[in-house]
C-alpha cells in the first residue's frame, strides 16, 4: 500500500502555523499604533472588525503555548507596518518593536521557529493616503521599514519573507476592488505591482 512506502519526514522537518498581524493581534489602536488601511475599511454588516480579533496582542503566550501543544514547531507571522513605523516620517514605536520582541522569545523559548513577513496586507494609513503603491514614495517607505526591523531582530530570526501574496493585495485592490483601495484599473494594477517589486528587490 502506499501508506507503506512512502518515506518518513525528516526529524528537522518543520510543521507550523501562519497568521497575518492585521487579523489576529487586535489591539488595532494600542500603544502607538496607527491605522493601517485595513482598519479604516467599511466592514460589511455583521462582520468583525480588527479592534479585537484573537487578541494575540494580548494573549500571544498563551497561542504559542498551545501551538507547542499541538506538536508545532514553527510559526509564520507578520509584522504590522503601522504598529512599528509611526509616520511618514519614519518614526520608529519603541513599544510597537518590544512586542514583536516578546512574541519571538516566547517562540525560541517554546522551540518553536520564527517566521517573519515583513508585509501582510496592512498599508499605513499615512501612506495609503498619499497613493498607497502607486506612490513611489511607498518603496522607500518599505526600504526603510524593513531595515529596521532586519537590525532590530537580528540574531533572532533567520527565515524572512518580503511580501504576502504580492498578487493578491495588488489585483484584488487596484483590478477587482474588494480589497482596500478597491479601485478598478488595470493601468494601476501595473503601477502597483511595478512599485511592489521594486520594494521587494
Request: net charge negative.
Given at each position: 500500500?502506499?501508506?507503506?512506502?512512502?518515506?518518513?519526514?525528516?526529524?528537522?522537518?518543520?510543521?507550523?502555523?501562519?497568521?497575518?498581524?492585521?487579523?489576529?493581534?487586535?489591539?488595532?489602536?494600542?500603544?502607538?499604533?496607527?491605522?493601517?488601511?485595513?482598519?479604516?475599511?467599511?466592514?460589511?454588516?455583521?462582520?468583525?472588525?480588527?479592534?479585537?480579533?484573537?487578541?494575540?496582542?494580548?494573549?500571544?503566550?498563551?497561542?504559542?503555548?498551545?501551538?507547542?501543544?499541538?506538536?508545532?514547531?514553527?510559526?509564520?507571522?507578520?509584522?504590522?507596518?503601522?504598529?512599528?513605523?509611526?509616520?511618514?516620517?519614519g518614526?520608529?514605536?519603541?513599544?510597537?518593536?518590544?512586542?514583536?520582541?516578546?512574541?519571538?522569545?516566547?517562540?525560541?523559548?517554546?522551540?518553536?521557529e520564527?517566521?517573519?513577513?515583513?508585509?501582510?496586507?496592512?498599508?499605513?494609513?499615512?501612506?495609503?493616503?498619499e497613493?498607497?503603491?502607486?506612490?513611489?514614495?511607498?518603496?522607500?517607505?518599505?526600504?526603510?521599514?524593513?531595515?529596521?526591523?532586519?537590525k532590530?531582530?537580528?540574531?533572532k530570526?533567520?527565515?524572512?519573507?518580503t511580501?504576502?501574496?504580492?498578487?493578491?493585495?495588488?489585483?484584488?485592490?487596484?483590478?477587482?476592488?474588494?480589497?482596500?483601495?478597491?479601485?478598478?484599473?488595470?493601468?494601476?494594477?501595473?503601477?502597483?505591482?511595478?512599485?511592489?517589486?521594486?520594494?521587494?528587490?
Amino acid at each position: 500500500m502506499l501508506h507503506k512506502t512512502l518515506k518518513p519526514f525528516p526529524k528537522d522537518f518543520l510543521w507550523g502555523a501562519s497568521t497575518s498581524a492585521y487579523q489576529v493581534e487586535g489591539a488595532s489602536l494600542e500603544d502607538g499604533k496607527g491605522p493601517s488601511c485595513q482598519d479604516v475599511k467599511v466592514v460589511p454588516e455583521g462582520t468583525s472588525d480588527l479592534k479585537v480579533c484573537a487578541d494575540q496582542y494580548h494573549r500571544y503566550k498563551e497561542d504559542i503555548r498551545m501551538m507547542k501543544e499541538g506538536g508545532q514547531n514553527s510559526f509564520r507571522f507578520s509584522l504590522s507596518w503601522p504598529r512599528i513605523i509611526l509616520d511618514k516620517e519614519g518614526t520608529v514605536n519603541p513599544k510597537g518593536l518590544q512586542f514583536y520582541h516578546d512574541l519571538i522569545d516566547e517562540c525560541l523559548r517554546q522551540g518553536i521557529e520564527p517566521f517573519v513577513t515583513i508585509y501582510h496586507w496592512d498599508l499605513p494609513q499615512y501612506l495609503e493616503a498619499e497613493g498607497g503603491w502607486q506612490n513611489r514614495a511607498t518603496c522607500d517607505a518599505f526600504m526603510h521599514y524593513a531595515r529596521v526591523v532586519m537590525k532590530e531582530f537580528d540574531g533572532k530570526i533567520t527565515y524572512w519573507t518580503t511580501f504576502n501574496e504580492p498578487r493578491w493585495f495588488i489585483f484584488n485592490g487596484y483590478f477587482i476592488g474588494n480589497y482596500p483601495p478597491e479601485c478598478h484599473s488595470a493601468q494601476m494594477t501595473e503601477k502597483g505591482a511595478w512599485h511592489v517589486l521594486l520594494a521587494h528587490a
